[in-house]
């Protein structure tokens, strides 16, 4: 956890065609590279069968709401 705590998000992007056909994806996940180049993808479940979602409680009220919209794969 060491290489993810106290960095920043420097890059937020959609998936490459390279990496969703390493995991097997149809769908565009997301990629977050912190300022250390260290890269956040995240996944549906504990077995990555699917790009998942980051949500965002921008005011502590936990009314959480989807960070981005990705548009499926191409």
Do not use: C
């Not at 990496?19 to 549906?44: C, H, K």
Request: net charge negative.
């Amino acid at each position: 956890m060491d290489n993810i705590i106290g960095h920043k998000i420097v890059a937020i992007r959609k998936t490459t065609a390279a990496e969703r056909e390493q995991m097997y994806w149809s769908a565009n996940g997301i990629v977050f590279t912190l300022d250390n180049g260290v890269n956040l993808m995240p996944v549906i479940d504990e077995e990555a069968n699917e790009p998942g979602r980051m949500l965002v409680d921008t005011d502590g009220s936990s009314a959480f709401k989807s960070l981005l919209t990705i548009d499926k794969a191409n």
